[in-house]
């Protein structure tokens, strides 16, 4: 099987792809060529003879796209995106990477014609959604979202639907929950600081809290996100229908709670770390964006979730001394 | 008031142009300037001295957009569209003209900069909506399009709220119920026939009706649909908030209430002129689209729908008459 992963280079990008060229199978089938594609080359090595390809290059070029088609891999994981804070600060690029750049790997594809049918997984994001909320959101919720990055989301799933109903490729969207504790570097999400207050105090540095302790929000870890991943690439798409795009499960906790478990698991001393700057944009965006879900589709199909945050922060623990060491 | 009519040779383009021509006024105030603007140039003529300016082009070009934009109407109607039947059958001239045609103007808005900010009506369409449905379509029922022309609607609507909250310009998008009885001849919209088995027949004529006496449908008649286009123009948006797009009001009939209904107005000769002969792809598209209405926004802000669908068969009858008289 070959696999290309667009997006290689990203937080979710890279453990996809360290999970696959470490494993060299999905789904009972061997994964042969691996291209990981990113605006800046992918820090990978190819483990147990996987032909590893790293390529950069921008999805806004359609040309670039179409090159990485042409080799026609099997499955495609588009996770390439401008996220909320960029996309909301420069209206251009969020349209023309997060749109454009999705209409073109979906274009490319249809350019080859219909022997080709690749499994396309696309991540979206509950950014779909905008107030006024649901308690629980349910899978027939309205889709309204209230900012750039969810109406560029949004329609990136409403174009794979339609390709896929088109019989063009074999499409699945998943809306990931806030990844959390998002390893590495904070990135220009708005959502940043919901991983920010728990790893740097974690690291011994301070965080920025700009939004009230009573914000509640819908998480899952990156481990969960990669399950979500292999379980789009290799599940049976037809109990989906016509629609493709689904919410994922997660935990719905509120910044209260995420800092008392921190507390539970790194002492008071840590949680202290943690500096209230509130911050008018950011809480507004914030506001925009779902609490909570009962994501009954995605579970029914075999998706699963974290079952508890404690988990989550352990785990993250675990990985960065994993890094460190 | 100068104001740009994008789709003026069209059924409804047509009826409002000519009536916008005809008043010279519009919410008080005067209409100085009308614009009409289509792939073929709209066969109107001034009155009352509105400058009317004619012209012929095709939205899904970037600079024809922008030419029409360089003169900066106030209001924008934007009723050019590639309609369901053929945005199905024709992928990329569906999506060319109803999505980058859309895109283009909105850009082309964008482009003026921020001294400009025009009201901007756009005419979506119930196809946005997919089944499986609500017995009557609330106002927060998902938005989940089964064709491409539903699709493509849509992700403009979506564009339009998007550029709205970031204020480009003034949008109000109205999801027009299936308008009849449509004047003048057949289009390729795969719900012709529903005007088709009431216009044919009263002017002497086979209709074809390829779908089951039983399939209900939801119908505005020309006269509402300008009132629609007329209220969109000149109220206040300030109550929509972020969405901006709502169901019209409208009537839900059976095919078997409307030929009744055409047989107490017109008499039995004229609906045996109507010959089943089911189609299953216009059965299908039509299987997708929703049924009935709760359209309780669109109603709290003063939109106005028919009272009964016999008054629309006599307009219509009295309309052909002042059209051959
Ligand atoms: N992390 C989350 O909490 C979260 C939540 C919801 C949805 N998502 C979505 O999941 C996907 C992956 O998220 P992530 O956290 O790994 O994001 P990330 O920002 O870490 O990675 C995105 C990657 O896309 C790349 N990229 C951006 N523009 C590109 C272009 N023009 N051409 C090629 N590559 C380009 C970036 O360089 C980056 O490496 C994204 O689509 C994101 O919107 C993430
Ligand atoms: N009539 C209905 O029942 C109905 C229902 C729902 C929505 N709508 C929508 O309302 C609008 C008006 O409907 P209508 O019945 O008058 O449609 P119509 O087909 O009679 O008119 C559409 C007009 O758009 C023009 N057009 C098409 N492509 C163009 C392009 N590239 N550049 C410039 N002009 C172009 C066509 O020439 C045509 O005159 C459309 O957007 C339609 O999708 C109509």
Avoid at 138 to 151: E, L, Q, V
Avoid at 186 to 209: C, D, T, V
Wanted: hydrophobic content about 45%; aromatic content about 6%.
């Amino acid at each position: 099987m070959k696999v290309l992963v667009i997006g290689a280079a990203g937080m979710v990008g890279r453990i996809l792809s360290e999970h696959l060229l470490h494993t060299a199978e999905l789904g009972g089938k061997p994964v042969t060529q691996l291209t990981a594609f990113d605006v800046v080359p992918a820090e990978l090595t190819s483990e147990n003879g996987v032909a590893l390809q790293i390529k950069a290059g921008d999805i806004a070029d359609r040309d670039t796209v179409d090159g990485l088609i042409a080799d026609k891999p099997d499955l495609i994981f588009h996770l390439a995106a401008i996220v909320s804070g960029e996309a909301e600060a420069d209206f251009d690029k969020g349209y023309r990477i997060n749109l454009d750049g999705t209409r073109h790997l979906f274009e490319a594809i249809r350019a080859q014609g219909s022997g080709y049918h690749p499994r396309v997984v696309y991540t979206s994001s509950v950014a779909v959604f905008g107030a006024p909320f649901e308690d629980k959101i349910t899978d027939t919720f309205i889709t309204a979202p209230m900012t750039s990055y969810g109406t560029q989301k949004m329609i990136g799933e409403l174009l794979l639907n339609d390709y896929s109903r088109k019989g063009i490729f074999d499409g699945i969207g998943i809306r990931l929950p806030t990844i959390t504790v998002r390893p590495g570097k904070p990135n220009k999400a708005a959502s940043g600081f919901f991983s920010g207050i728990i790893r740097e105090p974690l690291a011994g540095q301070e965080a920025i809290l700009p939004v009230e302790d009573d914000v509640r929000h819908w998480f899952a870890s990156p481990a969960a996100a990669l399950g979500f991943l292999l379980h789009a690439a290799t599940m049976d798409t037809a109990p989906l229908g016509a629609r493709r795009c689904l919410n994922m499960p997660g935990l719905s906790l509120t910044i209260a709670e995420v800092l008392e478990t921190l507390r539970k698991v790194a002492g008071d001393e840590v949680v202290a770390r943690v500096k209230r700057v509130p911050d008018p944009t950011i809480r507004q965006i914030v506001a925009g964006w779902p609490r909570d879900f009962a994501p009954d589709r995605a579970i029914s199909v075999g998706f699963t979730a974290d079952t508890d945050f404690e988990s989550i922060i352990r785990a993250h623990i675990r990985d960065s001394e994993d890094v460190k060491g």
